[in-house]
C-alpha cells in the first residue's frame, strides 16, 4: 500500500481512482464493507483503489472539550486499512484551517485535480467541508456536475446492531466483549510496551502481570477483571487482564494488568497486543492480598474454561495478520 502524508506529496492524479473518504476510527465490518467495494471496482475496472483518511481524528481538532476515546490507534488504523488490500492511502493532516475548508473547495481541488477521483464510494451518513455542507445529496450533484460517479453504501447491522465506531465505544465500555467482536469482525485489542509496575505479582499475590500504560486518548474498556488472548513475538497465550485501579492496593493509577498463562520470558520493555475475549468480574476490593490471590485463582480457572470453548476461533485468530 503506497501511503501520502498529505495532498501535497500527490504529484499527478491517480490512475481510475475508486476512492473512499472518512475517519475510518476502528476499521469496523462498516468501514470493511466500503473498503471492499472500492477494492472490487477498482479491480473490476484495472482502476487503483484509494482511501482518504485524516490525522488527528477531526472531533480532537473542532471539539476537544469532548475527549473523543478512539477504537483503534493511528497505528493500527493503517495496519488494518492495509490488511483490506487498498492501493494507496492518503492522511490529510486535519487542522483547523483545513476544517474551514468549503466542501466544494475540497471537491475541486482534492478529490478532481489532484486524485483524479472517477468514482466517490462513502456511507450512508457521511459529511465533509465546513458546516458538514458535503453530504450525500451535494456529493451527488457535484458527481453528475463534474463526471464522477458517486456510490452509497447502506448501515451495516449485526444482530439488529448498527456496525458503528459510536455504538462499538458504547459497548467497550460496557464490556460486552463479544457484541463489540460482532461489530469489529475481530476481539477488540489493546497494545503497549511492558511497563516495571509495583512487582507486587509475582512475589506477593502469586500472579506474576505484564502491565501496559493506557494512554489518556485511549478508549478504556469498563473496568474489571477480563479473560484475554496475548500476543507476544507472534505467539498467543491465554491470560486474565485486571484493567482499572487496583482497589486493593489503594492505587490511583489506571491500568491494564495481564497474567499470561504458560509464560515466564523476560518482556519488559516490549510490546504485547492483549485481545479482550471476555469480561468475567467487576473490579473488587479485597482484605489483602490472600485473599485477593484467592480470587484471581477462580479467576484463571474460569478464564482457561472460556478459552478452551473458543479454541478453534483462537487459532484462526491468532494466525490473522493484525495479531503478527
Do not use: W
Amino acid at each position: 500500500m503506497k501511503i501520502y502524508k498529505c495532498l501535497e506529496e500527490i504529484k499527478e492524479p491517480i490512475p481510475n481512482a475508486y476512492v473512499t473518504i472518512g475517519n475510518f476510527d476502528g476499521v469496523h465490518r462498516g468501514h470493511q464493507k466500503l473498503f471492499s467495494d472500492v477494492v472490487t471496482k477498482a479491480r473490476q475496472n484495472n482502476g487503483t483503489s484509494v482511501v482518504i483518511t485524516f490525522e488527528p481524528h477531526p472531533l480532537k481538532v473542532v471539539r476537544p472539550d469532548i475527549g473523543i476515546k478512539l477504537i483503534s490507534t493511528y497505528e493500527q488504523k493503517l495496519e488494518l486499512i492495509d490488511m483490506a488490500k487498498i492501493d494507496v492511502l492518503i492522511v490529510i493532516p486535519f487542522t483547523r484551517e483545513f476544517a474551514n475548508t468549503q466542501a466544494e473547495d475540497f471537491v475541486d481541488d482534492a478529490l478532481i485535480r489532484t486524485i483524479g477521483v472517477k468514482e466517490l464510494v462513502v456511507g450512508y451518513d457521511y459529511a465533509f467541508g465546513k458546516g458538514r455542507q458535503g453530504d450525500i445529496p451535494f456529493l451527488k450533484n457535484q458527481g453528475l456536475q463534474k463526471g464522477f460517479a458517486v456510490s452509497v453504501v447502506e448501515p451495516l447491522y449485526v444482530d439488529d446492531m448498527l456496525s458503528s465506531s459510536t455504538k462499538i465505544r458504547e459497548l467497550v465500555a460496557q464490556g460486552l466483549m463479544g457484541e463489540v467482536k460482532k461489530l469489529l469482525g475481530r476481539f477488540y485489542q489493546i497494545r503497549g510496551n511492558v511497563l516495571i509496575g509495583k512487582q507486587r505479582g509475582g512475589p506477593v499475590v502469586g500472579f506474576p502481570t505484564a502491565n501496559i500504560h493506557i494512554a489518556e486518548e485511549d478508549l478504556c474498556p469498563k473496568h474489571g477483571v477480563y479473560v484475554t488472548h496475548v500476543v507476544y513475538a507472534g505467539r498467543c497465550y491465554g491470560g486474565v487482564m485486571n484493567f482499572g485501579y487496583n482497589p486493593t492496593f489503594g492505587e490511583n493509577q489506571l491500568s491494564a494488568e495481564t497474567h499470561i498463562f504458560n509464560f515466564n520470558q523476560e518482556i519488559y520493555g516490549k510490546s504485547i497486543k492483549i485481545n479482550l475475549l471476555k469480561y468475567l468480574r467487576s473490579e473488587q476490593r479485597f482484605a489483602g492480598p490472600k485473599e485477593l490471590s484467592a480470587q484471581i485463582n477462580r479467576d484463571v480457572e474460569q478464564a482457561k474454561q472460556v478459552l478452551i470453548d473458543a479454541e478453534k476461533e483462537l487459532v484462526l485468530s491468532c494466525e490473522d495478520r493484525y495479531n503478527q
